[in-house]
């Protein structure tokens, strides 16, 4: 079964202090990971995907198999990066979003 | 703008009643997906279409439905609401399977029953 867990339903942070949104996964296959943002319940969009290795917005996030973890970073968080944040796998089936982690960026 | 559109962005109705949501993919994708978006349970798979056939069932009640059309909209038919639907519901598409490139979302739905 596919299962992606982010512990911290809420995680609230200083400007310009660094962030890291846990994620771990469960798949006995080779998983491909990404990271949503909303915005105030507006659509989700598509923030980084694990096998482009990409940084957007300041964020990146290491796929670590050994761990099962998909934890995303950003050295120095800024006010506009409040948000709901979703960790999602894709394995076998469409796909599993974990339930969310809100981070606010207090100023 | 995603490339997906959903109407209505807003319905309110009453128990028992019957609605349809409807979404138009990004203009070469061939795979929709439906989720629903509730407080308590965060983003639940409902169902997935692909040119027109059903390709994987996730958590979706028997008294709701879908299907996607000769020209790839989708619509997703609710009965019989119960307080209990009220959610956000997204559409997402994608080219093939998106298993490599994830998805695009439309800007939801919100249904809310009374």
């Known amino acids: 079964a596919q299962r992606v867990t982010q512990p911290e339903k809420l995680l609230s942070v200083f400007k310009g202090a660094p962030v890291e949104l846990k994620c771990n996964y469960s798949y006995s296959g080779s998983p491909e990971l990404f990271w949503y943002v909303q915005y105030s319940r507006q659509r989700l969009q598509l923030l980084l995907r694990?096998?482009s290795r990409e940084s957007i917005k300041g964020f990146t996030a290491d796929l670590n198999k050994g761990e099962t973890s998909f934890h995303l970073k950003k050295p120095f968080a800024q006010e506009e990066d409040s948000a709901m944040y979703y960790c999602a796998l894709s394995g076998n089936t469409p796909l599993v979003f974990g339930k969310g982690t809100r981070l606010s960026v207090i100023a | 703008d995603s490339g997906v559109t959903q109407t209505p962005k807003h319905l309110i109705t009453a128990t028992g009643q019957r609605v349809t949501l409807r979404c138009s993919p990004r203009s070469g994708d061939l795979s929709v997906y439906w989720y629903q978006q509730s407080l308590d349970q965060g983003l639940q798979f409902l169902i997935q279409?692909?040119?027109?056939?059903?390709?994987a069932k996730g958590n979706i009640l028997e008294r709701f439905s879908a299907q996607q059309f000769p020209d790839l909209h989708s619509e997703l038919n609710l009965s019989s609401l119960e307080l209990g639907d009220s959610a956000l519901y997204f559409c997402?598409?994608?080219?093939?399977?998106?298993?490599?490139?994830?998805?695009?979302f439309g800007s939801g739905t919100r249904l809310t029953v009374v």
């Open positions: 279409y692909y040119n027109g056939e059903e390709r």
């Open positions: 997402a598409s994608s080219q093939i399977a998106g298993r490599d490139y994830g998805y695009t």
């Open positions: 694990h096998i």
